[in-house]
């Protein structure tokens, strides 16, 4: 009989004891019964959890809490969470409980002869309906632990985790009771991974069960999770357990843990294991032959196909299993087609989803009328010039370029699947090829294939919306940021798609997609043929559009930033515009506006801001003007703009890109003339660095990177700047999204908001939702 009554070592733990110690514990509990090498640990048990409430007195102030909140309203129900969890990491533990716990702390610590070691500290809620990891409830896991202190303050944080708003908000709309749900807390050794990845027993691509995937890559598995590294992939033949398809990925990152041992970070893989690994194999020969062996082994015990999570631990140089559950999405094989899947060409995912079609290959601008709707895009790089036909593709895929090149942003913004860096794919794909790119892995597959999978992915989701309007959850589950969250746009009409993500209002609204669609001809050609009242007319159209369906949030308008190769492709622009050996650091931005040869377009861009606000009403809209360059020339054009009605004072806000290197140098004088900053990341880096964004060379060798320290200290020096006047300091650009180290970086020197592409504002949610809750830790502990 156990010694103890509130926890259960994994050895004494199986499946069915998911109501004492949750699916989690449950689970590792069943890996461990096995003889499968699992990291050892115990739990302490939902009874733990149900002692801990009532010695702390709370079941009554929790239930109090919960009669008087209307969880429909989002601000009642996110205060309730909040004064819930804050009590609950406010109070003591009961003594027998607590004396328990480091009891087992101290046992684990004997048995693996490490003082205080290092632990996870992961929730595992006891419901079986309601998955501990899923939407529903997202409870919290903590890595790299150590210290009786720590762990007890890390599992006080996990049962307060059970009333976050998203969980109760779910529990209330499945009717459960909330006391009825309880929190089982697993803490187990802390895998030092020096290599992670999953492992599926049958194929998740092609359903076939007579196959396995095995991902691998360096560091946490967190980096493959999450998606900032692709991983190598293997598919193997489990009858010969021999190597059926290999894809051998450049591996620049890894998630390692933080160096104060709490927490994690990401590094560059060169900086840690040496340039030579970023291209190598993560695996040996004799380790993946080691981890074949241990799936066929799960597979077998479990007696069905498993998807498991595995890592290989620095320090005893043994492979652990940290999760393994049933694939639930293989379909019936008799009634399933199985595909072979031929792979083309590989590169970096930039725009998420699968199309399919018939490649056009086109090697430059003057082949662009070759493509009609449905085709599949494939070029070196893509240019402003390519966007209306980009519009029609299936896809797009080019040989070059990285996560922030014109292809990757455009393609974001018009939901294409996109495949960039690809390096062979204008030698390897050919017009006419019927391909399928697979933006989510990065692949580019031979003939028409996939379809099976997405439509079971349909099948799979199509109920979701029945436990609650999916919009409403989005924005309710979405976590509370001092930071702003908000949204890059290009196309009016997708705002109807986009308006109840979570963001706090749009931070960079292009106008070119309006000139482009909307409008078709050059300013200066309208003024020249008395059609001025059209462009005003249409540009207030898209912008209202946008405002209106956003309406109070604030809607920052960028006025027109086409350099002079793109504006010719519009209707007369080749009369009007020079031929400029490097546009984009020529006429664009500010010094266009001014000046005689286009002033008078720039004031039709003015009288269609004044239209939305003052006949449309739509006062939520703010001017930032682009590429400026000298304080001059903004004091001239907010002069042409005053002219036109638009003066600037406490309701009509001016803001400015902060890209040129010079806005920089002179940031606090800047300050002075406007009441916001927008870093303009993707050109500030390019300008800093010297090196072309678009340049698959330069990025693949590491110059264009916003995490460089001279980037970082131009962007430190605005933010200062701006915090000193204290004016808006916003930064548009996919850096802080991609790396979670520059995030945390820019909250911490004060940045007031952050925009990004509508596929990663709820990541980049969480993201900064967790780097505002380090630096809350950081500072607590320095007091």
Not at 101 to 116: Q, W
Not at 495 to 514: A, H, Q, S, V, W
Not at 690 to 696: F, H, I, K, T, Y
Request: glycine share 8%.
């Amino acid at each position: 009989m156990s010694k103890y009554n509130y926890i259960k070592w994994f050895n004494e733990i199986g499946k069915n004891d998911v109501g004492i110690v949750g699916g989690k514990g449950a689970n590792l509990g069943e890996l461990t019964s096995f003889g499968l090498p699992v990291p050892p640990g115990f739990c302490v048990t939902a009874t733990g959890y149900t002692k801990f409430i009532k010695y702390a007195e709370l079941d009554e102030v929790v239930k109090l809490l919960m009669e008087a909140v209307d969880v429909e309203n989002v601000d009642e129900l996110t205060n309730a969470s909040k004064e819930i969890q804050q009590k609950i990491k406010e109070k003591e533990f009961d003594p027998e409980l607590k004396e328990e716990i480091l009891n087992a702390y101290r046992e684990f610590s004997e048995s693996i002869g490490v003082k205080d070691p290092e632990v996870a500290v992961r929730s595992s809620a006891t419901a079986e309906d309601l998955p501990d990891a899923s939407f529903a409830g997202q409870q919290d896991t903590y890595l790299h632990i150590s210290g009786e202190e720590e762990l007890l303050k890390h599992i006080r944080d996990c049962f307060a985790s059970l009333w976050t708003s998203r969980a109760i908000y779910y529990r209330e709309k499945q009717n459960y009771d909330h006391f009825d749900v309880a929190l089982s807390v697993v803490i187990q050794k802390m895998v030092n991974s020096e290599k992670s990845g999953v492992m599926f027993t049958a194929n998740p691509i092609n359903n076939s069960s007579d196959e396995m995937m095995i991902n691998a890559s360096y560091g946490l598995g967190e980096a493959v999770v999450s998606g900032i590294v692709t991983p190598d992939e293997y598919i193997i033949d489990k009858k010969t357990k021999k190597i059926i398809e290999k894809n051998i990925s450049e591996k620049e990152y890894m998630v390692i843990k933080n160096e104060n041992g709490i927490g994690t970070r990401v590094v560059n893989v060169k900086d840690v294991l040496g340039v030579d690994a970023i291209k190598a194999e993560a695996l040996s020969p004799k380790e993946l032959d080691t981890l074949i062996e241990r799936g066929l082994k799960v597979e077998k015990l479990y007696g069905s196909v498993q998807d498991t999570e595995w890592g290989f631990d620095r320090d005893t140089k043994e492979f652990y299993f940290l999760q393994s559950r049933p694939i639930t999405t293989l379909g019936d094989k008799e009634e399933e087609k199985e595909e072979k899947l031929i792979t083309l060409v590989k590169g970096l995912p930039a725009s998420p989803g699968i199309g399919r079609g018939k490649v056009k290959l086109i090697k430059d601008i003057s082949e662009i009328n070759l493509v009609e709707e449905g085709d599949v895009l494939v070029t070196a790089m893509t240019n402003p010039d390519m966007v209306p036909a980009m519009r029609k593709c299936a896809g797009v895929v080019t040989d070059e370029g990285g996560r922030t090149c014109h292809a990757a942003i455009v393609s974001r913004e018009l939901q294409i699947p996109c495949i960039v860096g690809a390096k062979t794919a204008t030698k390897t794909l050919k017009t006419g090829d019927i391909v399928t790119v697979d933006a989510v892995r990065g692949i580019v597959y031979e003939g028409e294939v996939l379809k099976e999978k997405e439509e079971k992915k349909h099948e799979d989701t199509a109920g979701v919306s029945s436990i609650a309007n999916l919009d409403e959850l989005r924005n309710l589950f979405a976590p509370t940021t001092a930071t702003k969250i908000y949204m890059n746009l290009g196309e009016p009409e997708l705002i109807e798609k986009y308006k109840n993500l979570p963001m706090d209002g749009i931070g960079l609204m292009r106008t070119e997609f309006i000139f482009t669609n909307m409008i078709g001809a050059h300013p200066m050609y309208l003024v020249k043929t008395g059609q001025g009242s059209l462009m005003v007319d249409k540009l207030a159209e898209g912008i209202s559009k946008v405002a209106q369906a956003i309406y109070p949030k604030n809607l920052v308008v960028r006025t027109s930033d086409f350099r002079t190769n793109e504006f010719r492709g519009l209707k007369g622009g080749d009369e009007v515009e020079p031929i400029e050996a490097n546009p984009m650091i020529g006429w664009r931005g500010v010094s266009r506006y001014i000046s005689p040869e286009y002033e008078k377009g720039f004031r039709l861009e003015c009288q269609a801001i004044k239209k939305v606000r003052e006949e449309y009403g739509l006062t939520n809209v703010i001017v930032m003007l682009p590429f400026v360059r000298t304080p001059e020339e903004l004091k001239t054009v907010k002069g042409i703009m005053a002219e036109e009605g638009l003066v600037q004072s406490k309701n009509f806000k001016i803001w400015i890109m902060a890209e040129v290197p010079a806005v920089v140098l002179q940031a606090e004088e800047f300050a002075e003339l406007v009441d916001g900053f927008s870093i303009g990341s993707n050109d500030l880096t390019q300008l800093v660095m010297g090196a072309d964004r678009d340049s698959g060379i330069l990025n693949n060798m590491g110059y264009f990177d916003e995490r460089n320290d001279a980037v970082k200290i131009a962007l430190k020096t605005i933010i200062d700047a701006a915090n000193k006047r204290g004016i808006t300091c916003s930064i548009c650009g996919q850096g802080p999204s991609q790396y979670p180290e520059l995030a945390e970086f820019l909250v911490e020197c004060g940045i007031t908001s952050i925009s990004v592409n509508p596929d990663t504002v709820e990541y980049t949610r969480r993201l900064v939702a967790s780097v505002e809750q380090k630096i809350i830790l950081k500072k607590l502990r320095q007091i």
